[in-house]
């Protein structure tokens, strides 16, 4: 795992602390002893540097007074553990000053490098906890100097985007660079006003520009990754360049100049700018040799062999895997130059080095997966992609042993890093496998199995990890672990919406309340049963068990194709299985012009904040093909005869109307791809298999729950009436008049007649409680029906995250609305679930949060085989008339949920006028499941 970057502003603050406390030591009284405490455990690999810092890092063995030259030791001590990577005494060393520490600036220093050596050891749940503990998740204090309030924002955001929530962290990041800005026009805070010679007060303003220097590198750093990984690209250039200009300012003292520099040269090259790559690379070509031990060595590199240099620059080298990384980044600067022997020479040599430094067994070992990374890049090179992939395939055989993907999931974390090693190997082998054009891989065949797994990668959401558990426990044998894992379930689920509504208020830049002091409570208490509860399994065995793609073929048949959409910096692809096997293609278009076209046709579709017919705006229909072009073209080959497509969500089609997509040329007679193919939307291939088995149980009656009576339109009569109240808030109207409305009432009569009375539960108007609902045994229910209102967590029930309306007989928010969290807590076996009322597989409302990952996600994880719900605020007439259809086509024939809506939909399109044929009315409906 890569380190974070920005540990040198911490040594670097405490060094200038050390100055300034030398200048006042004699005013000040001895600090009092500390108390003796259990030493932290010593972690491997240590004993040489424990000899010669032992004593300083014995946290029993107390300091009685310590000085500035006891704590400038401890600095040098801790970058030198940090060059080594030796995170565990970094980790001992920052305990240890928290223990020592005489003020709130060098207790706050002490703390974030804790948080920051968490990380590094991949120990996220302790990191997550220590945050909470010191509001670290929270925006700083007010009053705060800038330089503690950037420091704050600064780490804030690094945990963020460890746990996945880039929006916050991207935030957080840019309002640490203005307090870096300040903190620099203002000077050191902290420093006496009297006695302080002009000599020191000097040293330490230059310390003090120093730390911000490199506080402003590290978040210009990780702004500009997150631009890279988003493929962003023209806001990457422009920052890359930028914090390059910024490094030159270091370059001398800590080599970062270099290294950055190589870093986005290789990713110029990825973007077809070799003669700018080439360039840079050569441009910082003699640092790298210098940083890789080989400044005596002459040109062309021959013989590669640690030198003496190497050991003086870097320590013993015996400890050093920073030197096997030096000479990976001279490999690519040869590399780019052309320079392809030297590269090969270097990196043969450095096989048998990566070996030596191992500090974990060879099958899971980082160290040798990144060298294989690069000897696959530099195969790649030679103008063979297939050369490439036995050296990819091991480093990400390594990586997944590595227990990337473990630790996690530890958190509840919905996917891996943005910058993971795990995915960039697997993009790259992608790329190898396809080599540019499209590919197809037999069924069974070692490749199309390899593909499934790197998809999975890919697919990992908020849920796709409920449904995940929630097929755990369904499947296991044994009822005391399937309900430990269906709680389990449960708290991810909470975690994850907890954590989004606390960083809310970090983006926002919002001050704490009494509200978010609760939530951070209950975060605390979760993250603590999670720890228990994730240890007992362990001591169980949790029964999961794997599942390959030949079951996924099994699923689809002959009349079905799965298809997927993989995005990367290192290839974006297009996949389409089939029970003969899967197509991997490239996309034809970038990304980012994806993203504009699938933002227009949601924006034209939505009825959000529409009023009137009249105020729809004109259907984008030239944007709804080149968008249908963009995502199935590459592989649509593939899918021919195909009747019922499943479509794996993702960030890239978060919020796409499937069946608005337009077919073929704008201009002529092309239909929707409603009226071409049933659709159905799944979290992932996996989540296709595991909803398809789930067991149906002894569920056999139908619940209809709606009309509640304190529901009403949004809109007076003679305009469009829809199911929530998200709208008003969105375009920041206070509400109009409520009337009371009967297409509620209409739909459930109809609905009441569709199936038998004797085994039908209705709960209507006022009898719609929330409290009769959880009173009755939904787990015999094999149909549940919702005609309400729905709610997102950035409407008025904020506080109570995505919700359901019902009836609330004393006018409580509580009873008012059904929450996400209450629907996960449910144990259902129901076959369907049909959520009649707005905005039910949209996202939670909060920052970075995921299609499907509301009410759909929440029904999914209670146990729900299958779910049809709405994108957007849906109209009230339209939605009665398609949810009515596909029902009554239900009662008939429950093999096909995907097929009863689709004909819904076509008879809907073949009654209404023109007005109402726009997707607005009618492609906010999905199905949802395996």
């Known amino acids: 795992m890569r380190s974070e970057r920005g540990w040198l502003g911490p040594l670097l603050r405490a060094l200038c602390c050390c100055l300034l406390a030398g200048a006042a030591q004699a005013r000040q009284p001895p600090s009092p002893a500390v108390p003796p405490s259990a030493p932290a455990p010593i972690g491997p690999g240590a004993e040489g540097e424990l000899a010669a810092f032992g004593q300083l890092l014995d946290p029993a063995r107390p300091l009685a007074a310590p000085g500035p030259l006891d704590a400038f030791n401890r600095v040098l001590a801790g970058a030198r553990y940090q060059i080594l990577g030796q995170y565990a005494q970094v980790l001992r060393l920052c305990r240890y000053d928290e ?14 490098c804790q948080r920051a050596a968490l990380v590094n050891l991949g120990r996220y749940r302790e990191a997550e906890e220590l945050a909470l503990a010191h509001g670290a998740l929270l925006p700083p204090p007010s009053g705060q100097p800038p330089e503690a309030s950037a420091r704050h924002w600064h780490w804030s955001a690094a945990l963020a985007l460890n746990l996945g929530q880039v929006r916050v962290a991207e935030a957080a990041y ?48 990780a702004l500009d990754g997150i631009a890279w990984h988003l493929q962003r690209y023209p806001e990457y250039l422009g920052g890359a360049r930028h914090t390059l200009e910024r490094a030159a300012v270091l370059g001398g003292r800590n080599g970062n100049h270099a290294e950055l520099a190589i870093e986005h040269a290789l990713r110029l090259w990825q973007l077809g700018r070799q003669d700018e790559a080439r360039a840079l690379a050569e441009s910082v070509h003699p640092a ?24 003086a620059a870097l320590g013993d080298e015996r400890t050093q895997p920073a030197h096997v990384q030096a000479w990976l980044r001279l490999v690519s600067a040869y590399q780019l130059a052309g320079r392809l022997d030297e590269a090969e020479r270097l990196l043969a040599a450095t096989v048998p080095l990566a070996r030596r430094y191992m500090l974990a067994p060879e099958a899971g070992n980082t160290l040798l997966a990144e060298v294989e990374e690069a000897q696959g890049r530099l195969a790649a090179s030679r103008g063979v992609p297939a050369d490439a992939l036995p050296f990819l395939r091991r480093a990400r055989g390594r990586l997944l042993l590595a227990g990337a993907g473990e630790r996690a999931a530890e958190l ?27 590919v197809t891989l037999p069924a069974g065949s070692a490749a199309e199995r390899e593909v499934a797994e790197i998809a999975s990668d890919f697919a990992a959401s908020r849920a796709q990890l409920s449904n995940e558990l929630a097929d755990r426990a369904a499947r296991s044998d044994r009822a005391a672990l399937a309900e430990r894992l269906r709680r389990d379930g449960v708290l991810v689920d909470e975690l994850v919406e907890l954590r989004g509504a606390i960083t809310a208020g970090l983006a926002a830049g919002r001050a704490p309340d009494e509200r978010t002091a609760a939530l951070t409570r209950r975060l605390a208490a ?17 029964g999961a068990a794997g599942t390959d793609s030949a079951a996924l073929r099994q699923r689809l048949g002959t009349g079905r194709a799965y298809f997927q959409w993989i995005t990367h910096p290192a290839g974006n692809f297009a996949l389409c299985w089939r029970d003969t096997g899967v197509t991997l293609a490239p996309l034809r278009l970038p990304v980012a012009r994806i993203q504009q076209l699938a933002r227009r046709v949601h924006a034209a579709s939505s009825m959000r904040g529409v009023a009137s017919v009249a105020a729809l705006p004109a259907f984008p229909r030239a944007d709804a093909a080149a968008l249908f072009d963009a995502l199935f073209g590459p592989v649509l080959h593939s899918a021919a005869g195909t009747r019922h497509w499943l479509l794996a969500n993702s960030p ?102 569709l199936f038998p009375a004797a085994a039908t539960t209705m709960l209507r108007g006022p009898d719609a409680t929330k409290h009769k609902l959880l009173r009755l045994p939904l787990e015999r229910y094999r149909l549940l029906v919702f005609t309400t209102h729905g709610y997102l ?41 049909v959520l009649s009322a707005c905005d039910t597989s949209a996202p939670d409302g909060y920052p970075d949060s995921e299609g499907l990952s509301g009410l759909t996600s929440a029904f999914l994880l209670a146990g729900a085989r299958n779910v049809v719900a709405s994108l957007w605020p849906v109209e009230t007439e339209a939605t009665r008339q398609l949810v009515t259809v596909m029902l009554a086509r239900y009662a008939r024939d429950e093999d096909d949920i995907a097929l009863a809506l689709q004909q819904a939909t076509l008879r809907y399109l073949r009654a209404a006028d023109a007005k109402r044929r726009h997707p607005a009315f009618w492609a906010a409906l999905l199905h949802v499941g395996g």
């Open 793 to 833: 967590a950035a409407s008025h029930a904020a506080l109570l995250g995505p919700s359901l309306e019902l009836t609330a007989p004393h006018g409580t928010l509580d009873e008012r609305l059904l929450t996400a969290r209450e629907i996960a807590g449910q144990r259902l076996h129901a076959h369907l679930v």
């Open 99 to 112: 223990r020592v520490a005489t003020s709130a600036a060098a207790r706050d220093n002490a703390r974030t």
């Open 652 to 753: 890239l089609v978060d919020g796409i109307p499937w069946g608005a997509l337009v077919t073929g040329p704008p201009a002529g007679p092309a239909g929707w791809l409603a009226e071409r193919v049933a659709l159905t939307v799944t979290p992932s291939w996996r989540s296709t298999v595991a909803l398809a088995r789930r067991p149906a149980g002894p569920a056999d009656r139908t619940l209809l729950v709606g009309d509640p009576r304190n529901a009403a339109t949004l809109a007076p009569p003679g305009q469009l009436g829809t199911r929530g109240l998200f709208v008003a808030a969105a375009i920041g109207l206070a509400p109009p008049r409520l009337v009371r409305t009967s297409a509620l009432a209409r739909e459930l009569d109809t609905l009441a007649r």
């Open 526 to 542: 979760v993250l603590d049963e999670l720890a228990q509860s994730k240890a007992g399994l362990q001591a169980d065995g949790d």
């Open 288 to 311: 790298l040799r210098a940083h890789a031990g080989f400044r005596d060595q002459p040109e062309p590199l021959v013989d590669p062999r640690p030198l003496s240099s190497a050991v």
């Open 412 to 438: 509840g974390r919905r996917q891996l890093r943005l910058d993971s090693p795990q995915l960039r190997a697997g993009a790259a082998i992608l790329a190898a496998l396809a080599g540019g054009a499209a």
């Open 174 to 221: 840019r309002r640490a660079l203005a307090g870096i800005t300040q903190a620099r026009h203002d000077g050191p805070s902290g420093l006496p006003r009297e006695g302080v010679s002009a000599e020191l007060e000097r040293a330490a303003r230059d310390l003090h520009d120093s730390m911000l220097t490199d506080d402003e590198l590290s978040v210009r750093t």
